[in-house]
């Protein structure tokens, strides 16, 4: 019951954020331009309270999944009728276009703001992320393994996409489960093609393909009275060699667990100094343990205030340009249908973004406040990119569409969100059942 509460209050916080940044770009534009703003509501449905000011009705209504701004005149298409100058349709063409686009502006205003804050209070992130490509780890039996690639092989490319970064390449491999893939590799100097077929993992169909960086371990946890701790390691350790042999990521797993009661030599960075240190790993079962919880080697990324606004715009951008090149390939069949997160899932997100902490949630609203500015974008008609696609029409035509035409329009936009809001909660239930989509299946 906790979890279920604590789930909705998530959801609740992130969508009410969300939609109160997206009405209120509506509700700025329309005063500064003149239009009459009649309800600035939170929620849908049944008035519960609020307060009148002005012409305007601050109100908090009953179903608190979304809100609203209605302007005067707002919908209503009247041949002939004499128009009130604070009457909606009474303002330009461009006018009205400034209005709409600005919900969705603010929203990704909302996740540069965020990001960039984020950025001057300093984030901790996986050192390997903003490295080059190259790969130091392959797992056995891997799509990785089978097509041949090697430890220190470079990748520059997937798909003809360049990868520039470790990210790049996570980014490229995971929105692609179950594909062929083109790798451009360089390795002694040459340059070659690998074709590689990804495997699927997770219950979200995350492509993967089985090498890693040049990952080093970094240690999070010691336990009490492990090996670890009787020979000295400490949490912030940074493993760099195991008996002489260089070492990373899985690599360390590996050596660790070859290794039950024999005593090692780990080489490891502490503050900035290299240290020896002695540690014989105790024997669970089959395999040696040194009681550690180890992480990726992480970095503090701080920023001051301008160059932590540069860095925001560069990764949103980066994640606009994601979000576009994702439903190009959910279109394409490229990318899969599981990767896409309605309510249930951005609900579950939310939680877990909560639970971790105040940075964590922001980062998580951040993310999603790009997508929903991103996304209402689109052509759509009950999107606002609906309403500023029949405004951009109507100033190439230089003139109103007819109100039939504009009924027309609004009806098969009201039938395509109702089914793709019924497709991606469906998808977030059949993520949750044993054979996904074939569960749903009688034969």
């Not at 019951?1 to 209120?24: C, K, N, Q, R, Y």
């Not at 080093?216 to 060699?241: F, H, N, R, Y």
């Amino acid at each position: 019951m906790g979890t279920i509460l604590g789930t909705i209050l998530a959801f609740l916080i992130v969508f009410g954020i969300l939609v109160f940044i997206h009405e209120f770009g509506h509700f700025l534009v329309a005063k500064l331009v003149g239009i009459r703003v009649e309800v600035f509501s939170f929620g849908y449905g049944k008035r519960l309270f609020g307060l009148k000011k002005g012409h305007t009705d601050y109100r908090i209504s009953v179903l608190p999944l979304g809100g609203y701004v209605k302007f005067l005149g707002e919908g209503v298409y009247e041949p002939g009728k004499v128009l009130e100058p604070d009457d909606f349709a009474a303002k330009t063409r461009f006018q009205r276009f400034l209005v709409i686009v600005m919900g969705p502006v603010m929203n990704i205003l909302l996740a540069v703001a965020i990001v960039a804050g984020i950025n001057m209070v300093g984030v901790t992130s996986p050192e390997y992320q903003d490295q080059i490509p190259v790969i130091g780890w392959i797992e056995p039996g891997s799509p990785a393994a089978r097509a041949d690639l090697k430890a220190d092989d470079q990748i520059l490319s997937v798909n003809g996409r360049k990868t520039a970064t470790w990210t790049d390449v996570e980014i490229a491999v995971g929105t692609k489960p179950d594909r062929l893939l083109t790798l451009e590799v360089s390795r002694s100097g040459g340059i070659m093609k690998v074709p590689l077929t990804t495997e699927s993992r997770t219950k979200y169909d995350m492509g993967y393909a089985g090498f890693f960086g040049k990952i080093l371990t970094q240690v999070q946890m010691v336990s009490p009275g492990s090996p670890a701790e009787k020979g000295g390691l400490l949490a912030g350790d940074v493993i760099k060699a195991i008996n002489g042999e260089p070492v990373y990521f899985y690599r360390f797993i590996e050596i660790v667990e070859a290794n039950a009661e024999k005593e090692c030599e780990f080489l490891v960075e502490r503050n900035g100094r290299d240290v020896m240190l002695r540690i014989t790993p105790r024997r669970e079962g089959k395999v040696g343990k040194i009681g550690v919880m180890q992480t990726a080697k992480s970095v503090v990324k701080k920023y001051a205030f301008f160059p932590a606004i540069g860095q925001s715009f560069k990764e949103n951008k980066r994640l606009a340009f994601l979000v576009v090149d994702f439903l190009k390939n959910i279109f394409t069949g490229q990318a899969s249908a599981k990767q896409l997160a309605g309510p249930l899932e951005i609900a579950n997100f939310s939680y877990a973004a909560l639970r971790m902490g105040f940075l964590a949630l922001m980062s998580w609203i951040a993310i999603i406040s790009l997508q929903l500015g991103i996304l209402n974008l689109f052509p759509i008609p009950v999107f606002d990119g609906g309403q500023l696609f029949v405004l951009i029409i109507e100033g190439i035509l230089r003139r109103d569409l007819k109100p039939k035409a504009r009924q027309i329009w609004m009806q098969i936009g009201f039938v395509i969100f109702i089914v793709l809001i019924a497709f991606v909660i469906l998808n977030d239930i059949v993520k949750r059942l044993p054979n996904g989509w074939n569960s749903l299946s009688p034969f």
